[in-house]
């Protein structure tokens, strides 16, 4: 199982990307998936997540800013950022939970990161 995140470049302040995060290989079902962020010398931020039912939680930094979606035909997790900020700028990462097979226990996996530039 492999996670593929795309989408991050540089955008002005107040612009808007979406980053996508799509799951590849053999596996039963995806559970929780996680955006995280890095930002240089900073400690790594959970920024949003969504459940396999869609239910979905943001860190207060990007609240009413940024949207987290799935689309499970696609097996793909979508970071739609708003009103983005210089603050912002970070290796944004994804993680997920996911179940090999059905019946058995969730394996965590983390996708490589992509680069998000807010400037000027």
């Known amino acids: 199982v492999q996670l593929q995140a795309s989408g991050g470049g540089l955008v002005q302040p107040g612009g808007s990307l979406r980053l996508s995060c799509t799951a590849s290989?053999?596996?039963?079902?995806?559970?929780?998936m996680n955006w995280y962020r890095q930002a240089l010398g900073k400690q790594r931020e959970l920024v949003a997540w969504?459940?396999?039912?869609?239910?979905?939680d943001y860190a207060d930094s990007v609240k009413g800013r940024f949207t987290v979606s799935r689309d499970n035909a696609k097996n793909t997790v979508y970071l739609q950022m708003n009103s983005l900020k210089p603050e912002d700028t970070a290796v944004y990462l994804c993680?997920?939970?996911?179940?090999?097979?059905?019946?058995?226990?969730?394996?965590?996996?983390w996708g490589q990161g992509t680069l998000v530039t807010v400037s000027s």
């Open positions: 290989g053999r596996f039963y079902s995806i559970t929780k």
């Open positions: 993680n997920g939970d996911i179940r090999p097979y059905a019946g058995r226990p969730t394996r965590n996996y």
């Open positions: 969504i459940t396999s039912s869609s239910i979905t």
